[in-house]
């Protein structure tokens, strides 16, 4: 048995596209002018840009902190770089040949040999041969 509802509407088994259609012109004004449409959007607007500029501020705020703290960390490193450059010239200063001989001369009284004062008894010829 084969019927036929009439309460449901009736469909285009295909849809047709003309070219009517891809020809009407746009209306010009095609941007929302109601009040109705700005109420809301003035609302979410007056919520939401105070609260981006208090982001911006904080985020500006958190930037400008880091670079304050970046700089005195440079400059605690330059100083640092200064003390070791210090500290090392009085280390070579400390451990020179002439500081060396200065302290064994003060302490234990020994001074660098001129020549002809060391003498070295040679075997060979039987006498001592002086440096």
Same mark, same amino acid.
């Given at each position: 048995?084969?019927?036929?509802?009439?309460?449901?509407?009736?469909?285009?088994?295909?849809?047709?596209?003309?070219?009517?259609?891809?020809? &009407? +012109?746009?209306? $010009?004004?095609?941007?929302?002018?109601?009040?109705? =449409?700005?109420?809301?959007?003035?609302?979410? #607007?007056? *919520?939401?840009?105070?609260?981006?500029?208090?982001?911006?501020?904080?985020?500006?705020?958190?930037?400008?902190?880091?670079?304050?703290?970046?700089?005195?960390?440079?400059?605690?490193?330059?100083?640092?770089?200064?003390?070791?450059?210090? &500290? +090392?010239?009085? $280390?070579?200063?400390?451990?020179?040949?002439?500081? =060396?001989?200065?302290?064994?001369?003060?302490? #234990?009284? *020994?001074?660098?040999?001129?020549?002809?004062?060391?003498?070295?008894?040679?075997?060979?010829?039987?006498?001592?041969?002086?440096?």
């Amino acid at each position: 048995m084969n019927f036929q509802n009439t309460s449901q509407p009736y469909m285009r088994p295909v849809i047709q596209i003309g070219v009517g259609q891809h020809s &009407l +012109r746009r209306r $010009k004004s095609s941007f929302p002018v109601s009040i109705t =449409f700005w109420r809301p959007v003035g609302k979410v #607007l007056f *919520l939401l840009i105070p609260l981006m500029l208090a982001i911006n501020l904080g985020v500006a705020s958190l930037a400008s902190n880091t670079n304050e703290s970046i700089i005195a960390l440079e400059n605690k490193r330059h100083e640092l770089m200064d003390k070791n450059i210090e &500290l +090392r010239a009085k $280390k070579a200063r400390l451990r020179g040949q002439e500081q =060396f001989q200065q302290l064994a001369a003060e302490k #234990l009284s *020994l001074y660098v040999h001129k020549k002809g004062q060391v003498g070295v008894f040679s075997k060979r010829k039987g006498y001592f041969v002086y440096l």
